[in-house]
């Protein structure tokens, strides 16, 4: 297995940009997440998916955009980046709904200029 | 509304020496905690978890937590300590809704020092 899988991943942009973060997990698990990193901030969830077709607004929605498109597929959409937007993304999965244990994809470094 | 908090942003120990990492947070209902650790340039994965039951709970690592209700903490200890340990250490915490919101505290990084 290999668990949660992320592409790119590391990604410069210029401000105005788009570009798309995919995801993906073969541990069959029914909830998807997508977070950003920022030193001393913790991680901030931006979008979640509790299930095969819903997506949900986490924290900080803003300026991005998600599809899950089927079970294993998670992706994030940067329409326009701005330079606010440069942090480490990561997707993470979960099987077991309300209990929180979530396992991680290895990270996405996007810079935007 | 939830919240973690982790009083020390970095915390430096000597090899074989021993740690604490704190945690505490606020909810008002029943919550599942956790500990991750994030290793250089890669993601977090579950150092170990507090579903219910004992309140002392082991993990990977030689790492153990102990839960503390009426403190409203979950401090992380180890009592001697690699320098592959080297890494960041998050608290979280989850309500157990019907999706697995979590919500992270800041993060710990603990260096050990040869």
């Known amino acids: 297995n290999a668990g949660v899988t992320q592409t790119p991943k590391f990604q410069v942009l210029k401000t105005g940009q788009s570009m798309t973060l995919q995801c993906a997990q073969d541990?069959?698990?029914?909830?998807m997440y997508w977070y950003r990193q920022d030193p001393g901030m913790g991680l901030r969830l931006i979008y979640y998916s509790a299930s095969e077709g819903t997506t949900d607004k986490g924290e900080v929605p803003n300026g991005y955009n998600v599809s899950r498109l089927n079970k294993r597929e998670f992706s994030l959409r940067l329409e326009s980046a701005a330079p606010s937007q440069t942090s480490v993304y990561f997707c993470a999965s979960s099987g077991r709904q309300g209990l929180g244990e979530q396992y991680f994809g290895p990270g996405t470094r996007l810079t935007v200029t | 509304a939830q919240s973690v908090t982790q009083l020390d942003s970095q915390v430096p120990v000597f090899e074989e020496a021993p740690v604490e990492l704190r945690c505490n947070y606020s909810?008002?209902?029943?919550?599942?905690l956790f500990w991750y650790v994030q290793y250089p340039n890669q993601g977090l994965q579950l150092l170990l978890k507090y579903l219910s039951g004992s309140t002392l709970v082991k993990g990977i690592n030689g790492f153990e937590a102990e839960f503390n209700k009426s403190q409203t903490s979950f401090h992380l200890r180890k009592p001697s300590v690699h320098i592959s340990d080297t890494a960041e250490y998050f608290c979280a915490v989850s309500r157990g809704t019907s999706y697995d919101k979590v919500i992270f505290g800041p993060g710990t990084s603990l260096s050990v020092i040869p």
């Open positions: 541990m069959n698990h029914n909830s």
């Open positions: 909810s008002s209902v029943s919550v599942y």
